[in-house]
């Protein structure tokens, strides 16, 4: 018999610096080693590049606050990402100058379920 878990993952939104930060979709629900796709908008400026853009998403817990996907200044930083999803965030770069992070999670834990939070 195969037992699946549902996974709920929580979106927040944040203000950070000059941008407003907020969620396609408050909340996700998904089985354990199947994949997700999360998505937050924000404000663009249109005198800046996507070069000039940070964003930082972590899961929040009682914890820790596992690293989900570190940007700083339009280059990706993997060796902040915790081990617990190394590998398994991709991200859409192309949506960045729609303002738009979109994250694609794959092979769900159960550990991944939380409130996660994004800023940019």
């Known amino acids: 018999m195969i037992c699946s878990i549902l996974l709920l993952i929580i979106l927040t939104s944040c203000v950070s610096g000059t941008f407003v930060v907020n969620v396609t979709q408050t909340s996700y629900q998904a089985e ?15 005198y ?7 964003i930082f ?17 339009g280059v ?8 617990q999803f190394a590998g ?18 794959s092979r769900l834990r159960t550990e991944d379920s939380g409130l996660s939070e994004g800023s940019a």
């Not at 354990?32 to 999360?38: D, G, K, P, R, S």
């Not at 800046?48 to 940070?54: E, G």
């Not at 998403?57 to 989900?68: A, F, V």
């Open 48 to 54: 800046s590049s996507s070069n000039s853009l940070s």
């Open 88 to 105: 398994r965030v991709q991200w859409d770069k192309d949506v960045l100058r729609e303002g738009r992070i979109r994250l694609h999670v």
């Open 76 to 83: 990706e930083v993997p060796e902040s990402q915790d081990e």
């Open 57 to 73: 998403c972590e899961l929040l817990s009682d914890l820790n606050n596992p690293i989900l996907f570190h940007l700083h200044e």
């Open 32 to 46: 354990e080693n199947h994949h997700i796709t999360l998505e937050w908008t924000f404000t663009t400026n249109p």
